[in-house]
T-cell receptor, first 116, second 115 residues
Framework: AQSVTQLGSHVSVSEGALVLLRCNYS??????LFWYVQYPNQGLQLLLK??????LVKGINGFEAEFKKSETSFHLTKPSAHMSDAAEYFC??????????????FGTGTQLKVEL | EAQVTQNPRYLITVTGKKLTVTCSQN?????MSWYRQDPGLGLRQIYY???????DKGDVPEGYKVSRKEKRNFPLILESPSPNQTSLYFC??????????????FGQGTRLTVV
């Protein structure tokens, strides 16, 4: 079975500061990893994904994440936070045979607050 | 515009009154699924469908039904809703790729309250 752990249900940063949202996963097969963002009253939007190849993945809005197999981690970073980054962020993993293979297993989410 | 459309966005109902939440996608995706989102629990898969007439249970299927008669539509049915089904529901679709190497597209969500 696959699982995802997101450390910190709430993270607060100052505008212009580094954003670091942590994600660790467990998977018995090579994982596909995703970060989704959810703005208030909206659905989930894909920020970035890791499938194979380069372990440093760049996404939209200046976010990036690095797949570290040895640490089973896929942390999300952004060098400089903007007020518009305030949202809830979900890390997810897919792969294997459960859910027809396309099932996403989500972490519990991290609410990012950006302060002036 | 590629999109997943859910209706309604908000619904308040009473215990035991059957309801259906509709989901439609215009991307010709094979794979569709329903998730529920609860505080502190993230999103959990309720049911999924790999193609027309092919559906299966996810992690939390109790109290729900689905059908997939057409490729674009995947309605979620609550035959006898109970208060513990109060939640935020999302429909998602994606191309079916063996192994899961694909992005899922999500609807805007349906906030259901059962009183």
């Amino acid at each position: 079975a696959q699982s995802v752990t997101q450390l910190g249900s709430h993270v607060s940063v100052s505008e212009g500061a580094l954003v670091l949202l942590r994600c660790n996963y467990s998977s018995s097969v090579p994982p596909y990893l995703f970060w989704y963002v959810q703005y208030p009253n909206q659905g989930l939007q894909l920020l970035l994904k890791y499938t194979t190849g380069a372990t440093l993945v760049k996404g939209i809005n200046g976010f990036e994440a690095e797949f570290k197999k040895s640490e089973t981690s896929f942390h999300l970073t952004k060098p400089s936070a903007h007020m518009s980054d305030a949202a809830e962020y979900f890390c997810a993993v897919s792969g294997g045979l459960t859910g027809g293979g396309n099932k996403l297993t989500f972490g519990t989410g991290t609410q990012l607050k950006v302060e002036l | 515009e590629a999109q997943v459309t859910q209706n309604p966005r908000y619904l308040i109902t009473v215990t035991g009154k059957k309801l259906t939440v509709t989901c439609s996608q215009n991307m010709n995706h094979e794979y569709m699924s329903w998730y529920r989102q609860d505080p502190g629990l993230g999103l959990r898969q309720i049911y999924y469908s790999m193609n027309v007439e092919v559906t299966d249970k996810g992690d939390v299927p109790e109290g729900y039904k689905v059908s997939r008669k057409e490729k674009r539509n995947f309605p979620l049915i609550l035959e006898s809703p109970s208060p513990n089904q109060t939640s935020l529901y999302f429909c998602a679709s994606s191309p079916w790729v063996s192994g899961g190497n694909t992005e899922a597209f999500f609807g805007q969500g349906t906030r259901l309250t059962v009183v």
